[in-house]
């Protein structure tokens, strides 16, 4: 390289999930320019999306973390269709209940005549809270329903069951941001189910399924222009004189002109030496609880706590009868992962949720001989706290002292969102957006860097620049808003 030329800026990717990798793939396609190194803690990439083969016969694999998506994810879909793989459809049917509380998206049931008046109230409600978003992102699901006279058995029932089912939130459903929910029926491009005015669910929509992810992300990470690290932990990071200093955990330094984190937020913050006032409030009021997944072929275990129809449905979702409000869910992976279509077992999964109260939980109750895999996971709350102090500040953190943020956490909890942060913090960086071709993946990308950046992708004058001129001292005056807000709210917290 001539002494004029200059040398390609050294990246560190901190994390290889789905929000590092899609980072390492997008820089990774300019490598003159950028030179993309990705330090892992475990030996694979992929982070929660894994794979592992469970004991018995058949020698079966199965995702055990991550394990499908709507159709609407376009970004994932176009980066596994780059290379090779692609996902099976599959038409979702859940069993909501049990007994007199049973009901499904297939079938009608005796629960949605009961609350047929409820399902057309909450109909309006949606849209209500719909039209008035901005504020709504900030009140949780349960104090919605109150506000608007909903009963607690149809909240309960039926309401806090759908939620859990959307996003995983196990105990902590109450606290989902209401505006994100009424999102999930009334987007207009990415909703996943009509709301449907009689049985509030009717539909089986088209879902995919991942195919073995530890080999798709192994194949992308071999393919792509980074170097991958396995076993390689980050211990600290130091930013100083416009450089990164990242230390191993072997006590190994080196030097970085940039870091994206696509670890998690605590992460961060344990790893970060001085972050600065803004990176401790954005990153510091997220809250993560310890959820633990339980692989197993207990069919008794499942017919105690769900309406279990064997060859149909594929989740589940159980309310506790003394507590309506704790949720579990579990899923049936032969029902949908292809590679365990008829092989004569059901693997059963059920995750239990939030291990701060699990003296609720039922996992006391699968018997240890039938149970063939058991893992822990961090997941972050969707609560509306999280949406007020986190999600729309992301922006004023992004790029401080060289320094770039991915992963679910700078939104919501779907691969769709870790590999949207992931092009996004590379775009940032100046790399260009590799799926310009396809308008719905491409307006979600444009979402999250408005939204997560302050940042628009087209230049001169257009609707989106507008906005975001627009937008930019709002966002200020919102900023100190919340923040007195939050103030508050941390003196008068109960617990
Ligand atoms: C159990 C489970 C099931 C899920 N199922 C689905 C699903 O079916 N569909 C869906 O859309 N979404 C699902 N999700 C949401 C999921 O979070 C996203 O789909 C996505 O895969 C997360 O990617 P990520 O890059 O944000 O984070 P992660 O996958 O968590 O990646 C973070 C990576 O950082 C690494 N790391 C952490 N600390 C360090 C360090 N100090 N140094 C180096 N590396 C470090 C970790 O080892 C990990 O590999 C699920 C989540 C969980 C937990």
């Known amino acids: 390289m001539s002494i004029f030329t200059k040398r390609p800026a050294r990246v560190l990717?901190?994390?290889s999930g789905a929000s590092g990798i899609a980072a390492a793939y997008a820089l990774g396609k300019c490598p003159d320019r950028f030179d993309v190194h990705v330090w892992e803690k475990s030996a694979l990439p992929g982070g929660v999306a894994?794979?592992?083969?469970?004991?018995?016969?058949?020698?079966?694999?199965?995702?055990?973390?991550?394990?499908?998506?709507?159709?609407?994810?376009?970004?994932?879909?176009?980066?596994?269709?780059?290379?090779?793989?692609?996902?099976?459809?599959v038409y979702l049917k859940i069993s909501f209940g049990k007994g007199p509380t049973a009901w499904s998206n297939y079938k009608k049931t005796q629960l949605t005549d009961t609350h047929k008046d409820e399902i057309k109230k909450f109909d309006r409600t949606l849209r209500i809270i719909n039209k008035f978003e901005c504020v709504f992102v900030f009140v949780p699901i349960s104090k919605v329903m109150q506000w608007f006279g909903h009963s607690d058995e149809f909240c309960n029932q039926m309401v806090l069951p759908l939620v859990a089912l959307f996003f995983a939130t196990g105990n902590q459903t109450p606290n989902v941001s209401s505006a994100v929910i009424a999102r999930v029926f009334l987007d207009d491009k990415l909703r996943m189910f009509d709301y449907d005015p009689e049985r509030l669910l009717s539909q089986m929509p088209e879902?995919?399924?991942?195919?073995n992810l530890c080999e798709m992300y192994q194949t992308i990470v071999k393919k792509i222009a980074c170097t991958f690290h396995g076993e390689r932990t980050?211990?600290?990071?130091?930013?100083?004189?416009?450089?990164?200093?990242?230390?191993d955990d072997k006590g190994c330094q080196e030097e970085f002109d940039e870091i994206i984190f696509s670890c998690t937020a605590e992460t961060v913050l344990a790893v970060l030496r001085n972050p600065t006032f803004m990176e401790r409030k954005v990153l510091g009021n997220i809250e993560y609880y310890n959820d633990v997944t339980i692989t197993h072929e207990d069919e008794e275990y499942m017919?105690?706590?769900?309406?279990?129809?064997?060859?149909?449905?594929?989740?589940?979702?159980?309310?506790?009868?003394?507590?309506?409000?704790?949720?579990?869910?579990?899923?049936?992976?032969?029902?949908?992962?292809?590679?365990?279509?008829?092989?004569?077992?059901?693997?059963?999964?059920?995750?239990?949720?939030?291990?701060?109260?699990?003296?609720?939980?039922?996992?006391?109750?699968?018997?240890?001989?039938?149970?063939?895999?058991?893992?822990?996971?961090?997941?972050?709350?969707?609560?509306?706290?999280?949406?007020?102090f986190t999600v729309p500040f992301m922006r004023y953190i992004q790029g401080t002292k060289h320094t770039w943020y991915c992963g679910t956490y700078t939104l919501i909890g779907t691969h769709e969102v870790a590999v949207i942060s992931g092009l996004t913090a590379a775009y940032r960086l100046g790399a260009k957006y590799p799926f310009p071709q396809d308008d719905l993946a491409k307006m979600q990308f444009e979402d999250h860097l408005l939204l997560c950046h302050g940042k628009t992708a087209r230049f001169g004058c257009n609707k989106d620049t507008v906005v975001s001129i627009c937008m930019a001292p709002l966002m200020r005056i919102f900023l100190v808003t919340a923040l007195c807000l939050q103030f508050f709210v941390r003196c008068f917290r109960k617990d």
């Not at 079966?60 to 290379?83: A, C, K, P």
């Not at 879902?207 to 195919?211: E, L, R, T, Y």
């Open 207 to 211: 879902m995919f399924i991942f195919p």
């Open 303 to 388: 017919a105690k706590h769900y309406e279990l129809n064997t060859n149909v449905d594929q989740y589940f979702i159980r309310s506790d009868p003394d507590d309506p409000t704790k949720l579990e869910m579990s899923f049936n992976l032969s029902n949908y992962q292809p590679q365990l279509k008829g092989c004569g077992r059901n693997i059963y999964q059920t995750i239990f949720l939030n291990d701060a109260a699990k003296s609720a939980w039922t996992i006391n109750e699968i018997n240890t001989n039938k149970i063939r895999l058991e893992k822990w996971w961090r997941k972050f709350s969707h609560s509306w706290r999280h949406f007020a």
């Open 234 to 247: 980050v211990e600290f990071v130091n930013r100083e004189q416009g450089k990164v200093f990242v230390t």
């Open 50 to 89: 894994s794979s592992v083969r469970i004991e018995g016969p058949g020698n079966l694999f199965i995702n055990d973390g991550v394990q499908g998506g709507t159709r609407s994810y376009r970004n994932v879909l176009n980066l596994m269709t780059e290379f090779g793989f692609v996902g099976s459809p």
């Open 13 to 15: 990717i901190v994390g």
